[in-house]
């Protein structure tokens, strides 16, 4: 009973380990096929995602092919993403970059693609290259030694190792020639780094304070600008270039280059305390122009004035205001003000030839044409190409001549600038004092008649918008010579009795 229950208990077991290994046998042919299924689709997957980053590939060569690099570089980025690890990508993507002009970004991505493949040359090149334009000549030279010690002739790396070394002799000198005061001799120096290190921020600055201590700012501000791109945050640089734009009387650029520092951080103090002196004296200055364009003359005077008490120290703001108040004080007509006016703005800045042309137009107004004349013919001068300096010229000419002849004004004893009830006034207070009936001999009737006649044309021709406008232009209108190739005799009937008595009529023809 005993054996029995035992080979009953062994067959059990038997049994059940059959049933076991069965079970196992099924779980493991399930997970095998498991496995063969998840590595197609791994694979279907695998070649899927591969296509799509070629096609990104393709896409982006043909963008950049034709000049569209924005689209270009988000086909790249798109490259990248699929694969990190594909060193090509990262290299095709700086060039997109350099192309664009963003060295700064192409900078990691060649990195990235030398650390990924340590021997790619063309990668170490550019990224040389781009370290030798920002002046870092220590890695730029790592980088073609690495080329020369993989490929000792290739000709590009061992170039560039040259201009290397150049670069690092010039820097050297350029220090040394700025220290002993040799200003031109670091300018000459330092034009030799930018030119193969043109994004070396530290170059141009030190070059743009060469250029200040020999005075020449212009050349100073075109090196500083670049400065404001190749470093970042650079509020030094923009508050520099404001403050030399101010000194050269450049309001409006001062006042942007600012503006661009208080972007980068509102709080800087000392941006904000140039602001604040720019921005009011932009305001007074604007509204001074806006002024003149309305003809305001007497209020944009003081709004010059105030211009002047706003700064006091940089000399170019009070040698403008002299020069634009010179200008109100002429279209204004107060001709002694405004012919001192010119003269002090005309010593500032004698080469000025818009002070010239307004203190001409005050001798005109006061009857000083060969002062004009003069002034206008200095103007051209400095200024041959103005059109309006040229017809003033040929007025003030005309009036110098004119004035040789019959002057109008003179004979009226009125100012150019005379309304019609002064010149009508003068006239008749003429007309009574030289009225003929006045005389008793031939001869002083004959001499009052002479200068009743000129009384009596000055009258007519000065109450005339259309003949006063000629006489203003430097024309007699009542000249015989100017009656000539008009094809008729210009008549002009007068007959005079302005006083209701006497029997005088006068009819002139001046032929």
């Known amino acids: 009973a005993a054996r029995d229950c035992e080979l009953r208990k062994a067959a059990l077991w038997g049994a059940s380990m059959d049933r076991d290994k069965r079970r196992l046998s099924g779980v493991l042919s399930s997970l095998s096929l498991f496995c063969v299924i998840l590595d197609l689709q791994l694979h279907g ?56 002009g963003k060295f700064r970004s192409a900078l990691p991505d060649l990195s990235r693609a030398i650390q990924l493949k340590p021997d790619f040359l063309a990668a170490r090149l550019q990224r040389g290259n781009i370290l030798l334009k920002q002046g870092d000549v220590q890695e730029a030279r790592q980088d073609f030694l690495s080329v020369l010690q993989s490929s000792p002739t290739n000709e590009e790396a061992q170039s560039q190792l040259e201009r290397v070394q150049e ?9 040394e020639a700025y220290e002993r005061r040799d200003y031109y001799g670091a300018i000459a120096l330092l034009e030799k780094v930018i030119e193969f290190s043109p994004w070396d ?49 450049e ?28 921005k009011k004296l932009s305001r007074q200055l604007e509204m001074a122009e806006e002024l003149i364009r309305e003809q305001r003359y007497e209020d ?10 706003t700064e006091p120290r940089v000399e170019v703001y009070s040698t403008r205001a002299k020069e634009r108040i010179c200008h109100c004080l002429s279209k204004s007509q107060r001709t002694e003000e405004a012919i001192l006016v010119c003269t002090e703005a005309h010593q500032r800045d004698p080469q000025n030839p818009l002070i010239l042309r307004d203190r001409a137009e005050a001798y005109i107004l006061n009857e000083e044409y060969e002062k004009a ?13 103005s059109e309006e300096i040229k017809e003033g010229l040929e007025r003030a000419q005309k009036l110098l001549k004119q ?40 001869e002083e009737k004959k001499e009052a008649e002479k200068k009743f006649i000129d009384i009596a044309a000055a009258k007519e021709v000065l109450t005339d918008p259309e003949m006063r406008q000629k006489v203003d232009a430097g024309e007699d209108p009542l000249d015989p010579e100017n009656q000539q190739g008009s094809g008729h005799h210009q008549q002009w009937p007068f007959e005079f009795n302005p006083f209701g008595s006497g029997n005088y009529q006068f009819k002139f023809n001046y032929h």
């Not at 924005?70 to 700086?94: F, I, M, Q, S």
């Not at 409006?252 to 720019?278: A, N, T």
């Not at 944009?300 to 008490?309: G, H, N, P, R, T």
Request: charged letters at 30%; glycine letters at 6%; proline letters at 2%.
């Open 201 to 249: 921020p530290s170059a141009r600055e030190l070059r743009a304070e060469c250029y200040l201590q020999v005075g020449e700012l212009s050349n100073a501000v075109q090196d500083l600008k670049p400065t404001t791109k190749l470093r970042n945050d650079n509020r030094a640089a923009f508050l520099k270039l404001s403050k030399l734009y101010y000194s050269m009387g």
């Open 373 to 385: 004349v003069e002034d206008l013919l200095q103007a051209k001068e400095l200024d041959g190409e």
């Open 45 to 100: 997957l695998s070649a899927a995602n591969h296509a799509e980053i070629e096609g990104h590939l393709e896409m982006g060569r043909k963008l950049l092919a034709a000049g569209q690099l924005a689209e270009a570089l988000t086909h790249y980025h798109a490259a990248v993403d699929g694969d990190p690890n594909n060193y090509l990508t990262y290299y095709k993507r700086a060039a997109v970059y350099l192309a664009m």
């Open 167 to 175: 670069v690092e002799r010039n820097v050297g000198g350029a220090s």
């Open 300 to 309: 944009a005077i003081e709004k010059f004035e105030a211009s002047v008490k």
């Open 251 to 278: 309001h409006g650029e001062s006042l942007s280059q600012v503006r661009e520092c208080l972007k980068l951080d509102q709080d800087d103090k000392e941006c904000f305390s140039h602001y604040k002196q720019v």
């Open 403 to 442: 004035s040789k002849k019959r002057d109008y004004y003179k004979i009226l004893g009125v100012k150019r600038n005379a309304n019609k009830q002064e010149v009508i006034k003068a006239y008749r207070k003429l007309a009574q004092q030289w009225h003929p009936d006045n005389f008793q001999s031939e």
